[in-house]
């Protein structure tokens, strides 16, 4: 007697839930929102938001733009201790404030944008925070005020991105070309550490730091590598400048990330990209006078 055929029953991934108000200030966001086959996005009135917030469970909570960051954090608080610690919440807010940015990162909110939100920035940080099932924070404050911000991150591609957008939000007070080109610079340096110096595994930490003072700005990274060449460094990014497509092919053929060009642009664009003697430590500064 032969055996019954089997069948086998593919498990359909489980669709993330995205909680937000519906509110002008997302309607572009929503508008494409609706179509996306990654999330289902639930909508509320204002005055329904709480109730529903802590209802029902969602993958993702997009707090309303109409609140003050001081109101989220409160919101995010009670969530926590409601859901646990693994809650994420992007806040959106009418503006934010250097000291609303350092709260929000102590209170480990996933993301913060004020208004009006750059939609690419922000749907890139939605499709983030709902690819993550199982989430860490993965940025520690070890000390922050506005003007010398000390933290210790996961090597991991969410926390880098998470820090950047944090980074957005400090709106630092110079031209945009220069401060565009600063957070690049930083980001691509922060990025070589992360996939050096620890080889993306998120069990491994990169100390970053920031510092402003009236003269310059300095960030400095330090990754938990035994080092580099920093002067082959510089001018193997100088020289993939003049090839970039093939230093891209190159880069992708050897396991690598796309990339590389930061560190020739934060070598010429910047006062002082300095590495120490092993290369595991850098500090990247902009004189502002």
């Known amino acids: 007697m032969s055996a019954a055929p089997q069948t086998f029953i593919l498990a359909r991934a489980k669709i993330r839930r995205v ?5 002008p200030a997302l309607r572009e966001f929503m ?16 005055d329904q938001f709480l109730n529903v917030a802590f209802r029902e469970r969602f993958d993702l909570i997009i707090t309303s733009p109409r609140t003050t960051v001081d109101q989220d954090l409160e919101l ?8 646990g610690e693994g809650v994420k919440v992007i806040i959106l807010a009418p503006k934010t ?15 913060v944008f004020s208004i009006p939100l750059d939609y690419g920035s922000f749907s890139t940080m939605v499709e ?7 989430w860490s924070d993965g940025i520690e404050v070890i000390s922050a005020k506005p003007d010398w911000i000390s933290l210790r991150l996961r090597c991991s591609m969410v926390a880098a991105e998470r820090l950047l957008q944090y980074g957005h939000q400090l709106k630092i007070d110079i031209p ?4 565009e080109t600063v957070l690049l610079s930083f980001r691509e340096l922060l990025l070589n550490a992360m996939e050096h110096g620890g080889r993306f595994n998120p ?19 330090r990754d938990p590598g035994a080092g580099f060449d920093s002067t082959k460094a510089l001018a193997d990014a100088k020289s993939s400048m003049e090839d970039p497509l093939a230093s891209v092919a190159a880069r992708i053929k050897n396991g690598l990330r796309a990339g590389g060009f930061g ?22 500064i902009k004189n502002l006078r």
């Open 203 to 221: 069990t491994l930490k990169v100390d970053v730091g920031y510092l402003r003072t009236d003269n310059m700005i300095l960030y400095f990274v």
């Open 31 to 46: 508008s494409h929102a609706e179509f996306s086959p990654e999330f289902d996005l639930i909508k509320t009135p204002q």
């Open 19 to 23: 909680l937000a108000v519906d509110d």
């Open 97 to 111: 404030t250097a000291e609303d940015v350092i709260a929000a990162l102590r209170a480990h909110a996933f993301a």
């Open 76 to 83: 995010l608080e009670c969530l926590q201790k409601w859901r």
């Open 128 to 134: 983030t925070a709902i690819s993550v099932p199982i």
């Open 176 to 179: 945009t070309e220069v401060r």
């Open 263 to 284: 560190i020739h642009l934060a070598n010429q664009m910047l006062d002082s990209l300095v590495y120490n003697e092993y290369g595991n430590e850098v500090v990247l």
